[in-house]
C-alpha cells in the first residue's frame, strides 16, 4: 500500500514537474482488455486441467497396484510447482533478464507482478493473468516427466526432484526460450507452446531418470499391461480439451491468432490419432484404443511449438508424421535400445516434441504470424537450422541436468523403492492406500486410533 | 456325496444353470476364474508390445450332489457346455465325506439338499 502511495506521488510530482506530453502518456498505465483477460486466464484454468487429465491418461497405463502412485504424482506437482512459482520460479524464468540466461528474483514472490499488463509479454491483460498461464505450463511439465519412472521412484525422491528439475531445468530453459533477452529467443527460436520448453525438456529428463533409476522389476519377462484403458482414453479427452488453452492460449489474446492455434491444434491432434492406428492396425492387424489415444497426444505434441505459426494444411502433415514417429519410437525403438520408459514420456513428448520443433522450421509462415518467421518451405532453410540448434541445445541441457540432479539427489535420498515394495506395488508402500478397496475383504479396525 | 467342480466357457453359465435346475439341482457355487489347457488363447497389443494371453476366462462351478445323481449331472453339464471346439472346459469329481448345513446343523445328504 505504502509503496503504491509513494509511487503514486513520484508519478504525479514529475508529471507536474515535467508537463512534456510524451512523458505524460508514457505514465499511462497500457489498457487491459476484458475479452483478452477472460480469454487468458479460462485457457490457464483449461491447461491446469491437463494435468488431472495427465494424471488418468497416465494411471490407466500402469498396472493396478501402482495407479494411486501415480495419479499422486501428477496430483501433488500441481501443489509444489504452484507454490515455487510464486516465490520464485516465476521470477527465474519471465523476470528481468540477467546475462540472456535467466530472471533476476526482483519478482520473487510476485513483487512487482501485479493487476497492470507488463508489455513485454502480453499487453492487454493483467501481469497475474500472464503469470498464471505461464504457471500451469510448468506444472504440466513437470507432470510429465513421471511417465517415465511411473511404478518404481519413491516418492520422497520424486518430491524433491521435481522442486530441484523445475527451478534448474524448467525454469532457466522458459527463460531462454520466451523470457526478453533470453539467449534462444535472440537467436530468433520459433517456439509458440513449448514444445523445447515443454515437451522435449520433459521427455529426454524422463529418457534420463528411466536410464537412471533402471527397468522395473520384471520388464521384459512379465506382462505390464494397462490396467483401465477407458481411464486413459478419459485422461487423453481432457490433454485435448486443455489443449486448446495450452495452444490458443498461447496468442495471450483473444484474437485470429488464437483461433489459428485453435484449429490446427485439433487438426494434427485428429491427424496423428488416424496415422497412429492406421500404422498399428498394419503392423499387428488390430486398430487398438490406446493407440487412438496416444496417437491424439503425439499430435497435441507435436503441434505445440508450431501452432503459432502453421496453416492447417501443414498441421495435417505434422499430425500424420507425428503419429507414425511417435509410434515407431515407442514400438520398435524401445524395445531395440531396451530402456523402460515406462508410459513413453520419451517416445511421444521427446520425439514427438522434437518433430514439432522441427517442422516448425520447415513449415512456419509469416503469413500466418506476422511476429514469427518463414520456414524452409517458405524459403528461410535459417530458421530450420535455428530450430534444429534450439533442440539440440535443449536436449543437452535437459539430459545433463537432470542426470546430475538425480545422482545429487541419490545420494542423501534413495531413488527408488525396494523390491519387495515394488512387488506389492507403490499405491500401499508409498501412500498406505489401495485404488480400489473392494480387493480389501477382510481386516482389523484400530479402535484405539478412532477414540 | 461326490463334489463335482466343473471349468467351461463363461458364456454357457446360464445354460448349465437352468439345465441343473430343471434336474432339480440348485446349490452350487461359481467363480470366475482364469487357466489354461489346450486351448492357445490369444494377443493382446499395447502401443505396439504384443502380448500373449494364453490363461483364458472360465467359470468353475463347484456341486456337490448324492452319488446316485452323479452320472445325470455329469451328462448335463458335458452337454451343455458343449460347443465342440478346443477350450470347452474339464469336469473333475472328487468323494465328499460329509457337509453340515450352517444355519440347521443337518449333516450328511441332509444338508445337500
Given amino acids: 500500500m505504502l509503496k503504491n502511495l509513494w509511487r503514486l506521488v513520484l508519478v504525479t510530482l514529475s508529471m507536474l514537474l515535467l508537463p512534456g506530453l510524451a512523458w505524460a502518456e508514457d505514465a499511462v498505465p497500457p489498457a487491459i482488455n476484458a475479452g483478452d483477460t477472460a480469454f487468458v486466464l479460462m485457457s490457464a484454468a483449461l491447461v491446469l486441467l491437463m ?271 507425428a503419429g507414425v514417429l511417435c509410434y515407431l519410437a515407442v514400438s520398435v525403438l524401445k524395445t531395440k535400445l531396451g530402456y523402460d520408459d515406462s508410459l513413453d514420456a520419451f517416445g511421444v513428448h521427446g520425439l514427438g516434441g522434437t518433430w514439432g520443433a522441427v517442422a516448425t522450421g520447415l513449415f512456419a509462415s509469416k503469413a500466418v504470424n506476422s511476429a514469427g518467421n518463414d520456414g524452409l518451405f517458405y524459403g528461410n532453410a535459417a530458421q530450420l537450422v535455428t530450430q534444429i540448434e534450439t533442440v539440440a541445445v535443449t536436449w543437452l541441457f535437459a539430459g545433463l541436468a537432470t542426470f546430475i540432479i538425480l545422482k545429487v539427489v541419490g545420494l542423501f535420498c534413495k531413488l527408488r523403492v525396494d523390491a519387495d515394495d515394488e512387488e506389492a506395488g507403490l499405491d500401499i508402500t508409498q501412500h498406505g492406500e489401495e485404488a480400489y478397496a473392494a480387493n480389501v475383504s477382510s481386516g482389523t479396525l484400530f479402535r484405539d486410533t478412532m477414540a | 456325496m461326490i463334489k463335482i467342480e466343473c471349468v467351461f466357457r463363461p458364456g454357457k453359465l446360464e445354460e448349465v444353470k437352468e439345465a441343473l435346475g430343471k434336474y432339480g439341482i440348485h446349490g452350487m457355487t461359481v467363480s470366475q476364474v482364469i487357466g489354461c489347457g489346450l486351448q492357445k488363447g490369444r494377443t493382446e497389443v499395447y502401443r505396439g508390445t504384443e502380448y500373449s494371453i494364453n490363461l483364458v476366462p472360465k467359470i468353475k462351478m463347484e456341486v456337490v450332489v448324492p452319488d446316485y445323481h452323479v452320472d445325470r449331472v455329469l451328462e448335463i453339464i458335458s452337454s451343455v457346455a458343449k460347443t465342440g471346439k478346443i477350450g470347452d472346459g474339464k469336469i473333475f469329481t472328487y468323494p465328499v465325506t460329509d457337509a453340515v448345513r450352517i444355519r440347521t446343523g443337518e449333516k450328511g445328504e441332509d444338508a445337500i439338499k
Fill in chain 1, 51 to 321: 494435468t488431472p487429465g495427465l494424471a488418468l491418461f497416465y494411471g490407466g497405463m500402469v498396472r493396478e497396484k501402482n495407479v494411486l502412485s501415480v495419479i499422486m504424482q501428477s496430483f501433488i506437482v500441481i501443489g509444489l510447482v504452484s507454490v515455487q512459482w510464486v516465490l520464485f520460479g516465476y521470477s527465474a524464468a519471465f523476470g528481468p533478464d540477467i546475462k540472456h540466461i535467466i530472471g533476476s528474483m526482483d519478482w520473487a514472490g510476485l513483487a512487482n507482478v501485479g493487476q497492470d499488463p507488463n508489455t513485454d509479454y502480453a499487453g492487454t491483460v493483467p501481469h497475474l493473468a500472464f503469470m498464471s498461464f505461464q504457471l500451469m505450463f510448468a506444472i504440466i511439465t513437470a507432470a510429465l516427466i513421471t511417465g517415465s519412472f511411473a511404478e518404481r521412484m519413491r516418492f520422497p525422491a520424486f518430491l524433491i526432484f521435481t522442486l530441484l528439475w523445475t527451478s534448474l531445468v524448467y525454469d532457466p530453459l522458459a527463460h531462454w526460450v520466451w523470457g526478453v533477452d533470453g539467449w534462444l529467443r535472440n537467436l530468433g527460436a520459433l517456439d509458440f507452446a513449448g514444445g523445447t520448453v515443454v515437451h522435449i525438456s520433459s521427455g529426454v529428463s524422463g529418457l534420463v531418470a528411466a536410464i537412471v533409476l533402471g527397468r522395473r522389476k520384471g520388464y521384459g519377462t512379465e506382462p505390464m499391461i494397462p490396467h483401465h484403458l477407458p481411464m486413459t482414453v478419459l485422461g487423453a479427452s481432457l490433454l485435448w480439451f486443455g489443449w486448446f488453452g495450452f495452444n490458443a492460449g498461447s496468442a495471450v489474446s483473444a484474437n485470429g491468432l488464437a483461433c489459428s492455434a485453435f484449429v490446427v491444434t485439433n487438426t494434427a491432434a485428429a491427424a496423428a490419432a488416424l496415422s497412429w492406428v492406421a500404422v498399428e492396425w498394419m503392423r499387428h492387424g488390430k486398430p487398438t484404443v490406446l493407440g487412438a489415444a496416444s496417437g491424439c497426444v503425439a499430435g497435441l505434441v507435436a503441434i505445440t511449438p508450431a501452432s503459432g505459426f502453421v496453416s492447417p494444411l501443414a498441421a495435417i502433415v505434422i499430425g500424420l508424421v
